[in-house]
């Protein structure tokens, strides 16, 4: 059985952040019925690459979920609304500041309807502070959270990371807090309201950069490769350093093409064999034993030198010979992988990570998979739902609405867009 078989999810969320949140549920076996806006989630057509097929950037965050189309800006959208409230477990939403309030449904309205229904919310800066009434894209999450400044070198701009820790990161966050919230209503009849702000999410996964800031006042800051000095005040933008008590660098290998590197972390334990390994061919051989890399205080003072020799011996070597060279040395490393080496890698493959499905409107298409493996109920990935694919049968099954209401409804206007006024 489905770990979360049972729990039903009424899904008001758009673009990545809540999505990538519903998605991991749905995966989890929850029942998530995405409400969307007549006009659809924005992102089904940004992007395209197929004309008139729902865009990758929808299919890949939107799969298992039904879709209902519904307006809001209706009386009789407003009441199957309502009524959807009061038959889920959890609500989630992640629209700009006060979107639900101005339909009329804030989070007390929300509670009266159903005490024991959970919200889940996501917004830029959460619900008080003088940054609360801001939208946010996760970009600017990364630049307020933290990652932005100390992520590239220090002469260089600031740079945001390919992960999207602002958007995927903060459904994360909002996951865990609603499986707990859920938990809690289930032993006390109590829903809560779980808030996560992206600025937030960014904060806590730069956590080990406020280690350092605080360090900072301490003295310098050793295992960085770049210059710090007591009181820096900021702690600055540190390359590819390893982050942590270890040293680390990514080494460029042949042919030296852009991803041709590979990480590796020169781990207290095992300097020794690598220094008996590379030291013959940098023309060191006593490398070993040599003085100023013979403790990790001495190996962080001359890690310049180090990372130079280490180099240097990567020059004859692919990504992956080097990495065959260093893993039987119990070197932590890996071949920084491209897209498309991901998408063609067996260990990927083997744990479904990269899943082929199909789609009515574009065919053929490929999806990240469930990175979290629950052994007694793993996760079955099924296609993203066309807009409003299953409007009438949530109605039917999930309300108990017969045709006659439904028709009457539609009628209505409760679940398309408004005619657009003449000019
Ligand atoms: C992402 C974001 C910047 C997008 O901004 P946006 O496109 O202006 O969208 P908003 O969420 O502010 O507004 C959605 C609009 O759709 C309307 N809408 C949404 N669902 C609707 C429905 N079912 N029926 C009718 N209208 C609907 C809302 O009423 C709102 O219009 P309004 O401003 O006239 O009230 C914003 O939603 C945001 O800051 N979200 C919180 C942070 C976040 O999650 N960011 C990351 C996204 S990956």
Redesign the pocket.
Known sequence: MEALKGVRILD?T?????PTCSQLLAWMGADVIK????AGD?TRGQLRDVPKADSLYFTMLNCNKRSI?????SAE?KQVFVELLKKCDIIME????G?LD??GFSWEKIHDLNPKIVMGS???FGSSGPYADF????NVAQAMGGAMSTTGVPDGPPFVTGAQI??SG?GLHLAIGLLAALRQAEKTGQGQYVEVA?MDGVMNLCRVKFRDHQRLTRGDLPEYSVPTYKDMGEVPRAGNDSGGGQLGNAIHCKPHGANDWLYIVVQEAVWEALAKRIGPDVHIPDLATDPRFATIGERRKNQALMWTLINKFAEQYTKRELMAILNPLDVPCGPIMSTDDLANDEHVRGRDMWVELDHPQRGKWWNVGMPIKLSGSPAVIKRSPTLGEHTDEVLREVLGYDESKVGALKQAGAFSSPPKKAA
């Open positions: 008001m758009h673009v990545q952040a809540g409400f969307e806006n007549p924005a189309t519904v307006n809001m800006k959208g992640n629209f700009g500041p979107v101005r339909f996501i917004k830029g939208k946010a894209y996760e602002g958007d903060t992206m």
